[in-house]
């Protein structure tokens, strides 16, 4: 989140949107080669543990706060998302034969 003073109030928001809107359409694209196609099950699982962690510890540290803003319980949101998201792709990595 920006500390900044002069942004309008609900910027940080429509940011954090844009990020993770612009990411689930690029995980969504058909026809191109993608590094992840490239890389190893083990490589692929491994970068989704790592997201999944750094994001569950940031979510960690939003909930120690006694009283979050309207920002941060929407990137709170987001960000269980976002974890969510990278369990799944561990979980179909794990499928995979």
Do not use: W
Request: proline share 2%.
């Amino acid at each position: 989140m920006s500390v900044r003073g002069n942004e309008p109030k609900g910027h940080g928001r429509q940011l954090l949107l844009k990020d993770f809107k612009s990411s689930a359409r690029l995980s969504q694209k058909k026809g191109v080669i993608s590094m992840e196609e490239v890389k190893t099950k083990e490589e692929r699982y491994n970068e989704a543990r790592i997201m999944h962690k750094s994001l569950d510890e940031k979510l960690q540290m939003l909930q120690e706060k006694p009283h979050l803003t309207e920002d941060e319980e929407l990137e709170m949101k987001l960000l269980k998302k976002k974890k969510l998201y990278f369990k799944d792709i561990m979980e179909r990595i794990k499928g995979e034969s």
